[in-house]
């Protein structure tokens, strides 16, 4: 099992930033894959990025250019660095690890970006 915990979502204004961390522990060591999604009140839950194992990442065309994710190893964290951002970037923003058994999930943290 992996459980994972979010921090560092709130209110920001349209241009600003904020930063996303997800800690994770547990069975850590059989993770391949971590990475963020996120919803927004009566839109489905939707991957805005990823980060594999083996060091490579992916990222929804929405935010590509203004959104970056990166991992600490040492700390086994995930870190989604989100700028420029827009009003409809504001959703649930949820923390996700894959391993061979299946998907994990955080208990989501709120970003509102005001116009």
């Known amino acids: 099992q992996v459980q994972l915990v979010e921090s560092g979502g709130g209110l920001v204004q349209a241009g600003g930033s904020l930063r996303l961390s997800c800690a994770a522990s547990g069975s850590i060591f059989s993770i391949n894959a971590m990475g963020w999604y996120r919803q927004a009140p009566g839109k489905q839950r939707e991957l805005v990025a990823i980060?594999?194992?083996?060091?490579?990442?992916n990222y929804a065309d929405s935010v590509k250019g203004r959104f970056t994710i990166s991992r600490d190893n040492a700390k086994n964290t995930v870190y989604l660095q989100m700028n420029s951002l827009k009003p409809e970037d504001t959703a649930v923003y949820y923390c996700a690890a894959r391993d061979v058994v299946g998907d994990y999930w955080g208990q989501g943290t709120q970003v509102t970006v005001s116009s």
């Open positions: 980060s594999t194992l083996g060091g490579s990442t």
